[in-house]
């Protein structure tokens, strides 16, 4: 029994995602209480029933806040609902767990999760959630629902997921030169088809990253961005985990594309060079590697001083592995063309995006092209417009086009305006008055009024309607500086005025009115969207043809890309790790494959495996979150150790200059926030971005190994890693 609800201040609800039981209840209960029809259909929440029963929440919420600065964060109840909540500008989200298969941590990091999910299909606009259209709103919402349960699977079946970092299919040299050649080939061809600003090109196998190209000038493709462009991914084109049936496509280079059926279902800075992509594989052999690679000089390695720790008691601690979610839940949607659409009287149809077009009607065409609008980050913007045009390859293989949209520019500006005015909101209260002191407030301003200036300079002569939206950028802002904006940042008084307080609303929901218009009605001209429609199909066709005699490679390396067989002779004891180079937010972790379909009686022992890692993550990222940042612990008949070091750019070892201290916030990952950029910045305050890297390194160990060998092994095992990475990761010249 789930859900989440996102609620406005009037109080709206903005979204809403409940499984069966949780859907039926509410109404049962509003049903009982006389707030909801009782008209027998209980498939769908009632709205008036929702808002009654969550409105309170918000409102305490509010009260506290406003009062006491000190709003609560979660509620647990005697019948065993658990409520988390937490609020993302002006909306509360509120995820909901009635059975206990979800714990308290976990729900704080789907909340976080799907602000970020949200970010990328609406930007800043989150109330575009909520359309006026209840058809419109029903088939967001469904699109939503389907997306955020992709996430809980694969959080509780991926490593990559877990973890939060991207998993880079380790594959030969000669198909990794095939795959940059080819995705550079339909790059070129994609802009000679008339996109000249697509500027990245990646290939997906599941849930690892293949290949990934990108043009000499873009912005780097954050791993961030890659894990929800995967996650878009596998929601549109669902597919089998199981080996078997990867393998049971068959594909000949004389079958129609048209008609294959496709299942339901960083350099750490940037540089001159123009992509990166998965090196060889650690498995290959010695001649492979002489002959791809060449010879590799020794690299820096860790102290050993990092892994000098003491055991730590074992904590009855109550971590939950989240339960996953069936497969089948997805049956991939495409937009009908243009003159087959039926109009929309209650919305403009130019305000539908891409995402609820694409969720319109069933059609074969589906499964061969999809595209998107998808905001992502970018050193100068928060949600900076780009579109996705996807396309499947084989069962589980998707190639992803990624092209910026014009005038994104201003995107970056509004989006510093509105990041300005959520920090002057979070500066009210009894603590505020207290945070603006010492000329922080005045900056503030300073930046506000330079972004704004920014804006309406870019929107002055511009046409479609956008004339009256910077008229009214005007007249708001205008209001905001008569109404003492200045004024109260340079006071310590601790809430605006009332006057001032509202004319801050009004500018942020203009700005917001803004960048919809901007871009989230974007729609290429029509004959340009055949254009590109076409030109997709032949890209396809291009690396259908260059890809599918590896077919069966692929899909064996998506299902066991890293085994651990590998490191059992040089490590005696060691049962699993997960390697996490923070820098790039890249993992390397032996596969974990748990039998699809386990003989009756038997006992899989990858299944138990399964778990005890899932535990083993969970517990160092709540000791991470208390501070902690090395650690061994024995449980039963394993042990577990876990370690976090800095070091510069050239593997130097760093000591942090502040102690690492618990703060309140997003959770370790990089979904949900930027903890270990923040966790960085932190621990060295004077050194500049970029300057500091970070690793992870946890290990289950067998019960018996003494901790002085563990310690050891988890040295060398970081050395032999770290060498590992830092050849995959070094720049590749041209080809």
Known sequence: MKGLVVINPLPDIVFFWGDAEFTTHINRLGAREGIAEQNGILDEVDQNALVQFFSPLLASHRFLKAELDNPYSSISCENGFLFVLRQFGEHLYIAVCGDGSESEDFLKRKLYVFRRLAGVHYGPVIDELRPDS??????????MSRLINTWAHLASTEQSFLVEAVERL??????????????????????????????????LVNTKLLALYSSRNACELQ?????????????????????????????????????????????????????????????????????????????????????????????????????????????PHQPAPASHRAPQPEQNPLLLSACEEAVDETAERSQEYFHMPAFLQTPLCTHSPHLLHCVPIMPGTVLVI??????????????????????????????????????????????????????????RKMKGGLERVHKDLVNRWDLVRKGGLLEYMDSTAANPPPRLETALSEFTRTLKVLFRLLFLTYKPPQAAEDKQRETMDTVQELVSKKICDYKDYLSVKAQRNVTMTTYLEDFPGLIHFLYIDRSMDLVIAPAINVTTHPEPGSFDHTAVLKVKVWEMVRRWQHYLQNSFTSSVVRDGDFCYSYFLWFEDPSGNPLSPQQPVKQVQGAPPGILAGHYYRDLCARCFPTMPVGAVNCYELMCMHVGVVPAEFVASHCRKLAAMLWETSGEAHSPISLL
């Open 402 to 459: 990624v092209s910026e949209v014009p005038k994104s520019h201003l995107a970056g500006h509004i989006c510093q305006c509105l990041l300005t005015l959520v920090t002057t909101e979070m500066m009210q209260g009894k603590k505020g008055g207290s945070a603006r002191e010492g000329g922080q407030g005045r900056n503030l301003v300073e930046v506000l009024e330079g972004n704004v200036k920014r804006v309406l300079d870019a929107t």
């Open 223 to 331: 791993a961030a961005d890659i894990l929800a462009i995967t996650l878009v991914v596998r929601t549109l084109f669902p597919t089998g985990d199981s080996l078997e049936e990867l393998l049971s496509f068959t594909y000949t280079p004389s079958t129609p594309l048209s008609v294959r059926r496709v299942t339901t279902e960083r350099s750490p800075t940037p540089s001159s060079t123009e992509y990166y992509s998965p090196s060889s594989s650690v498995e290959e052999t010695e001649q492979e590697k002489s002959e791809g690679q060449g010879d590799s000089s020794p690299l820096p390695v860790p102290s050993r001083d990092m892994f000098h720790t003491p055991i730590i008691p074992h904590e009855q601690d109550s971590f939950h592995t989240p339960a996953a979610v069936q497969d089948s839940f997805y049956t």
């Open 170 to 203: 380790n594959v030969n040299q000669a198909l990794n030169e095939t795959c940059i050649n080819m995705l550079e080939q339909a790059l070129s061809k994609v802009r000679s088809g008339g996109d000249k600003h697509a500027v990245h090109a990646l290939l």
């Open 134 to 143: 209840s058809h419109d709103r029903k088939k967001r919402w469904s699109y």
